[in-house]
């Protein structure tokens, strides 16, 4: 039984004391839902606060970016020994924003997956098409090669922790929603995709989110289908109360 995780990807929103205030409304909204996995992802300079705000709680914290390297000179980067060092849980890798404008690739999400999963960190790797992809009928194609190389060389016996985040670009903060059975089509394949890169055991309890303009209202056609298991939110995730009760429908 794979269980739901609803994960909120705040991009570059929210300074430490919105995050903490955000925290302490939305906390109430969700004290007795246990039947989904929780996950917040502030910026860099909320994860202190956040942390410290959701401690002792189910919601869990995420990064959403990292280099792979351990440490180095890397300006401006922060690698998975500092996200270990503040208990984050979650990591994101290779969400389309960070691929479209810091020209992170397939190689580079592939880097830091193996990095993430050596830090026992929970890897919410991102894939997903162009509308140009979506309409020449490329879907499958783009869906494979991120996917091929992404998990390439990854060890089947350490991806447990792997989460895969499909995320329609043409559908991300565009108000256009991928259809449930454009959706459920889509997971349905990268499912394939991961029982024959990795193995049809890792395949059947590995979780597929759906990401792309999911809100409140459409959450349950979504979650609600047998290869998606949860959803990675954006715009929707800002609010307490909106967040809080796309989860709430995300269950029925």
């Known amino acids: 039984m794979r269980k739901p995780l609803i994960a909120a990807n705040w991009k570059m929103y929210k300074i430490p004391a919105e995050a903490t205030a955000f925290i302490g409304a939305f906390l109430p909204l969700v004290a007795s839902q246990e039947k989904t996995e929780i996950v917040l992802c502030p910026s860099m300079t909320s994860l202190a606060v956040s942390l410290e705000a959701t401690k002792g709680t189910q919601v869990h914290i995420g990064a959403q970016t990292m280099d792979w390297h351990d440490n180095g000179a890397f300006t401006g980067e922060t690698s998975p020994v500092m996200l270990n060092a503040i208990d984050v849980t979650h990591v994101l890798i290779g969400h389309s924003e960070r691929r479209q404008y810091f020209n992170e690739t397939d190689e580079t999400v592939n880097h830091k997956l193996k990095a993430a999963l050596a830090h026992k960190l929970v890897p919410i790797v991102c894939v997903g098409e162009h509308k140009a992809d979506r309409e020449s009928g490329r879907t499958n194609d783009v869906l494979k090669k991120q ?61 597929i989110l759906y990401g792309g303009s999911v809100k409140p209202d459409n959450a349950a056609s979504l979650c609600c289908l047998e290869n998606i298991d949860g959803a990675l939110v954006g715009g929707a995730s800002l609010d307490p109360t909106s967040f809080a009760q796309l989860i709430a429908n995300s269950s029925i």
């Open 147 to 207: 996917l091929t190389v992404g998990l390439q060389g990854i060890d089947p016996a350490a991806a447990a922790p792997l989460v895969i985040a499909y995320e329609p670009v043409w559908a991300i903060g565009t108000g256009l929603t991928a259809t449930p059975q454009i959706a459920e089509d889509a997971h349905k394949f990268i499912r394939a995709q991961i029982a024959e890169i990795l193995s049809p055991a890792i395949a059947a309890s590995t979780r």
